[in-house]
């Protein structure tokens, strides 16, 4: 093993430039070459392949985003060119094989979510070698019991929660805090917990507005004349659908969510009569320098994804267990969303102290 090549795939989060990193020393230690594929696999298959050493991940630890770039809309086995938005879909994975050979890259490393994982599958079928390290604020990746990137989202959204309390308080008013998560209500979950939410939403359990209101008349009565509510963005109540920001054809994602907290404060405005409002986060939660517990995993997953390449383990990824980095299938990360259980512990404390989840 001689050379290694590294993208990031997919949404940013804090952490990407520590895996990056730790790759990077790590296999210049031990006599290996690295390069760097910019902007995910779009540079995969355009062939943006650059050298990266010691100088070039010099500084990069505390710093959000990812020095590469990335991008969630290249799939190299349906692939469309940026410069014709009409153009058909088409098969570059062979030249993704080329550059990759013509770079004479001996493994590649995959740093992305469930889509990027799904897409170095592919390729690990097609017979090149490819190591799969996971990654998302959403912490939706199965098999894994943590993704970096998450801490840093919860830790952020946690601290809005913080500040939208003394708000809520003096006014005397619901609010509301609409947080990322697509369709997995971790982020939510963690951060209403964290923050003293009254109540949180998240896509695993519809919500009933009936119980929301009663929650928050309960406060009321109890001499409560405020209310905080966390809800995921991807939310939805009993027998109807997550609410929709736009509708994006021809794109990996053609669903955007977003707007639930708007649509939640007309809601609990008018059935409350409290003064209602609504902040979203957003990308807000994406950026930044990682907390340490990310740095850390971060590293972790770089070093052992070097490991994993010098023993010849492909078509696996690097995965939390526990408190041990260890291997798991590729194929056993991808395909499906890794969802909050009825039984999950910390849902389970949220419910123990008092914690509405919309049921």
Known sequence: MK?????????????????IRAIVKSSVRLGMEVFGIRDGFHGA???DFIPLGINDVSGILPRGGTILGTTNRDNPFSYRSRSSADEVPADRSGDVLRNL???????LL???????????????????????????IDNDVMATDLTFGFQSAVNFAQDALDRLHTTAESHHRIMILEVMGRYAGWIALYAGTAGGADVIL???IPY?????VKAVQDRIHAGKRFSIVVAA???KPIGGEMTVDRILEGRPEPIRLGGIGARLS???????????????????QRGGSPLANDRILATRYGVSAVRAAIDQRFEMMVALQGNQVTLVPLKEAVNRLKLVPADDEVLLAARSVGICMGD
């Open 3 to 19: 050379r290694l090549a590294v993208l990031t795939g997919g949404g940013d989060c804090p952490g990407l430039n520590a895996v």
């Open 45 to 47: 298959v355009e062939g």
């Open 101 to 107: 050979e013509e770079n004479k890259i001996d493994a």
């Open 110 to 136: 995959v740093i992305g979510g469930d889509g990027s994982l799904s897409i170095a599958l592919e390729f690990s079928q097609l017979g090149f070698p490819v190591v799969g390290i996971p990654k998302t």
């Open 202 to 204: 998240i896509p695993e």
């Open 208 to 212: 009933n507005m009936d119980s929301i």
């Open 233 to 235: 963005e991807g939310a």
């Open 266 to 284: 007309d809601d609990l405005e008018k059935l409350t009569g409290l003064e209602t409002r609504s902040t979203v986060l957003g990308h807000l």
